[in-house]
Nanobody, 119 residues
């Protein structure tokens, strides 16, 4: 069984920074990719950033240059450094992991962490 635990959300003023982390644990053989998504009230969930096992990353246009995704492969943990935060970044941020556990592939969502940016 694989579990994701997210941390690091909170309340910050516009222009501030936050660091989110997401740790995967369990009988993990390999991680294919870990990503951060977000969902603001009344809006659909959207991809924020993804880190693939190849080391490649992709970002939503709205966060390019402000957010950085990184990974500690030894800890099966992905981080999202968020700088120059804007009120429109306010959302629940969800971690997603895809990989292999035991003899089966998995895709898993975290419970979500609230990020609120005040103006």
């Amino acid at each position: 069984q694989v579990r994701l635990v997210e941390s690091g959300g909170g309340l910050v003023q516009s222009g501030g920074s936050l660091l989110l982390s997401c740790a995967a644990s369990g009988s993990i053989v390999s991680i294919y990719a870990m990503a951060w998504h977000r969902q603001a009230p009344g809006k659909e969930r959207e991809l924020v950033a993804v880190f693939r096992s190849s080391g490649t990353t992709n970002y939503a246009d709205s966060v390019k240059g402000r957010f950085t995704i990184s990974s500690d492969n030894a800890k099966n943990t992905v981080y999202l450094q968020m700088n120059s935060l804007k009120p429109e970044d306010t959302a629940v941020y969800f971690c997603n992991a895809q990989g292999r556990a035991g003899a089966r592939d998995f895709g898993l969502w975290g419970q979500g962490t609230q990020v609120t940016v005040s103006s």
